[in-house]
């Protein structure tokens, strides 16, 4: 499978989409300002108790107290905390564990006002990004997380990914890991890393260590509540998670990020690190890509099935769950054994679609898919096996039921982060009041131009929905012509598909934006 990544910088808004042979399957966000995001190590302070939850709630400076479950504590909450006020108390003068006091282990079935008070201050990381009324979701039990690695303070277990089948790769690795990691760290393999050099999993032992040395050094002359620890930025950390041989491109249109990308491959991959392209053109880049295209699309509450003559989702969000049923169209009818085979392909094409939707709006908590219904047994295990393999591509925690007798089947996925809403629907702009009309919209940007070419020598690029771009370059004696034999100047028009109808921008060659207007 091919893999692109997609990263757009605008406005203080990083986008990142991940293509899939062409498909747009992950499109994360994420502002300059997000102070929360999963990962993130901070010290903060017990604001209140709620003994009936078995929980506490935390502040780390948002305007949403953090929770913290009593299970999210973590049998060496303990040590954790003498480790935080030794640091504080400048008693721990150095980040090594190494001959640290490990305390006692809590209780997993205690209660939280046995073990924490209000005005206690604790370690803590990011599990769970901020959504709606929610703060953040967060857990006393830490965690590093590197490229091949994971670095556990006060763990002293090597533990291996199962995914890893061969067994003399798993003597290898445990070996190799137990010879480098230093003491009063637990260390977890991951996947990506059968098979790599030696040099390659201590480099990223490395990083992990000087990860958590900056952490005691910022726990040290930080104050109460603060972050201590950032997460890599998302371009980094997805190419941390998603990074194989798959990926054939990885362009960005913000030339410091992509230094930092083939910086950051120049450590995992220096083979690969020409993979990483600077996109420079005046036609943005999710345009390019045909990001902003898939993405009007796939959103919405009824989403076509690619290559299913008609068949599509109707995707439902309530309160308790979502539910998505599988329509077939008008191109199945129940009888003979050629339409069972067809329900049966197009419940694999839909089961594709709904693997991909999941991932791209990142959809949580409980997921109800009504397929189309299967008599025969073989069948409905076939779709499940298919159902599992496309979901194995999801890095987000799930589950997936065997079909029920009424041939429903229940997938539970973890979210972290708020899900995805993008609205395909636009005002109807005749629907009520008044709206400048479209030929004065026109007889407008043209004066903008001619004022605009009054000071500007280099080109104009002028950005419309895709309707106005069709209506502006329409003929030989377009508008976009008049305006060149009138101003002696050619405007260079650029459809975009995430306008509305009477948007428009109008940009100098340097990309800079010189007018506009928006309906």
Same mark, same amino acid.
């Given at each position: 499978?091919?893999?692109?990544?997609?990263?757009?910088?605008?406005?203080?808004l990083?986008?990142?989409?991940?293509l899939?042979?062409?498909?747009?399957?992950?499109?994360?966000?994420?502002?300059?300002?997000?102070?929360?995001?999963?990962?993130?190590?901070?010290?903060?302070?017990?604001?209140?108790?709620?003994?009936?939850?078995?929980?506490?709630?935390?502040?780390i400076?948002?305007?949403?107290?953090?929770?913290?479950?009593?299970?999210?504590?973590?049998?060496?909450?303990? *040590?954790?905390?003498?480790?935080? =006020?030794?640091? +504080?108390?400048? #008693?721990?003068? $150095?980040?090594?564990? &190494?001959?640290?006091? %490990?305390?006692?282990?809590?209780?997993?079935?205690?209660?939280?006002?046995?073990?924490?008070?209000?005005?206690?201050?604790?370690?803590?990381?990011?599990?769970?990004?901020?959504?709606?009324?929610?703060?953040?979701?967060?857990?006393?039990?830490?965690?590093?997380?590197?490229?091949?690695?994971?670095?556990?303070?006060?763990?002293?277990?090597?533990?291996?990914?199962k995914?890893?089948g061969?067994?003399?790769?798993?003597?290898?690795?445990?070996?190799?890991?137990?010879?480098?990691?230093?003491?009063?760290?637990?260390?977890?393999?991951?996947?990506?890393?059968?098979?790599?050099?030696?040099?390659?999993?201590?480099?990223?032992?490395?990083?992990l260590?000087?990860?958590?040395?900056? *952490?005691?050094?910022?726990?040290? =002359?930080?104050? +109460?509540?603060? #972050?201590?620890? $950032?997460?890599?930025? &998302?371009?980094?950390? %997805?190419?941390?998670?998603?990074?194989?041989?798959?990926f054939?491109?990885?362009?960005?249109?913000?030339?410091?990020?992509?230094?930092?990308?083939?910086n950051?491959?120049?450590?995992?991959?220096?083979?690969?690190?020409?993979?990483?392209?600077?996109?420079?053109?005046h036609?943005?880049?999710?345009?390019?890509?045909?990001?902003?295209?898939?993405?009007?699309?796939?959103?919405?509450?009824?989403?076509?099935?690619?290559?299913?003559?008609?068949?599509?989702?109707?995707?439902?969000?309530?309160?308790?769950?979502?539910?998505?049923?599988?329509?077939?169209?008008?191109?199945?009818?129940?009888?003979?054994?050629?339409?069972?085979?067809?329900?049966?392909?197009?419940?694999?094409?839909?089961?594709?679609?709904?693997?991909?939707?999941?991932?791209?709006?990142?959809?949580?908590?409980?997921?109800?898919?009504?397929?189309?219904?299967?008599?025969?047994?073989?069948?409905?295990?076939?779709?499940?096996?298919?159902?599992?393999?496309?979901?194995?591509?999801?890095?987000?925690?799930?589950?997936?039921l065997?079909?029920?007798?009424?041939?429903?089947?229940?997938?539970?996925?973890?979210?972290?982060?708020?899900?995805?809403?993008?609205?395909?629907?636009?005002?109807?702009?005749?629907?009520?009041?008044?709206?400048?009309?479209?030929?004065?919209?026109?007889?407008?940007?043209?004066?903008?131009?001619?004022?605009?070419?009054?000071?500007?020598?280099?080109?104009?690029?002028?950005?419309?929905?895709?309707?106005?771009?069709?209506?502006?370059?329409?003929?030989?004696?377009?508008?976009?012509?008049?305006?060149?034999?009138?101003?002696?100047?050619?405007?260079?028009?650029?459809?975009?598909?995430?306008?509305?109808?009477?948007?428009?921008?109008?940009?100098?060659?340097?990309?800079?934006?010189?007018?506009?207007?928006?309906?």
């Amino acid at each position: 499978m091919k893999k692109e990544l997609i990263v757009s910088y605008e406005d203080d808004l990083t986008k990142i989409a991940l293509l899939e042979d062409g498909r747009l399957c992950e499109l994360h966000e994420e502002e300059d300002k997000n102070d929360f995001v999963v990962g993130d190590l901070f010290i903060g302070k017990v604001k209140k108790l709620a003994p009936n939850l078995n929980a506490a709630f935390v502040n780390i400076g948002y305007d949403k107290d953090a929770f913290l479950h009593y299970q999210d504590l973590g049998p060496q909450y303990l *040590t954790y905390r003498k480790f935080l =006020k030794d640091s +504080v108390s400048k #008693k721990q003068t $150095s980040s090594s564990l &190494k001959n640290f006091e %490990i305390q006692p282990e809590i209780d997993k079935n205690g209660t939280v006002d046995k073990i924490i008070a209000k005005d206690d201050i604790v370690l803590l990381q990011i599990t769970k990004e901020p959504i709606s009324t929610k703060g953040p979701r967060i857990s006393t039990q830490i965690s590093l997380t590197g490229r091949f690695l994971v670095l556990i303070p006060f763990d002293n277990k090597v533990s291996i990914s199962k995914k890893i089948g061969s067994s003399e790769e798993k003597v290898r690795l445990r070996t190799l890991i137990n010879s480098i990691k230093p003491e009063g760290f637990g260390v977890i393999i991951r996947t990506v890393a059968e098979g790599k050099k030696v040099a390659d999993l201590h480099n990223d032992m490395n990083q992990l260590i000087q990860k958590w040395e900056n *952490t005691f050094k910022n726990i040290q =002359k930080n104050k +109460v509540p603060s #972050k201590v620890l $950032s997460e890599d930025d &998302k371009a980094s950390s %997805i190419l941390r998670d998603n990074f194989n041989q798959d990926f054939v491109n990885i362009i960005c249109d913000d030339e410091q990020m992509v230094n930092e990308m083939k910086n950051y491959l120049e450590v995992i991959a220096p083979e690969r690190k020409n993979i990483v392209q600077f996109y420079d053109s005046h036609i943005p880049l999710l345009e390019y890509y045909n990001v902003e295209k898939q993405l009007k699309q796939s959103f919405g509450k009824h989403v076509n099935i690619p290559s299913s003559k008609g068949a599509y989702l109707v995707i439902e969000h309530t309160e308790a769950l979502h539910v998505i049923d599988v329509n077939s169209g008008n191109n199945i009818t129940a009888g003979n054994t050629a339409n069972k085979e067809h329900a049966l392909n197009v419940n694999k094409m839909a089961a594709t679609e709904i693997a991909r939707q999941l991932r791209l709006r990142d959809m949580g908590g409980i997921i109800v898919v009504d397929f189309i219904d299967m008599t025969n047994p073989d069948h409905r295990k076939d779709l499940y096996e298919h159902f599992r393999t496309e979901m194995s591509r999801d890095k987000a925690r799930h589950k997936i039921l065997p079909p029920s007798k009424f041939g429903l089947i229940q997938i539970t996925r973890q979210r972290n982060r708020p899900e995805k809403q993008i609205d395909t629907k636009e005002e109807n702009p005749n629907k009520d009041g008044e709206i400048v009309a479209p030929i004065v919209i026109v007889e407008r940007m043209g004066e903008t131009i001619r004022n605009i070419m009054q000071k500007e020598k280099g080109k104009l690029f002028l950005h419309v929905h895709p309707f106005v771009e069709a209506y502006l370059t329409k003929g030989m004696k377009s508008i976009q012509m008049k305006w060149f034999l009138k101003y002696k100047k050619w405007v260079t028009i650029i459809p975009r598909d995430s306008f509305r109808y009477l948007e428009y921008k109008i940009y100098n060659s340097k990309k800079e934006e010189l007018s506009g207007y928006s309906n």
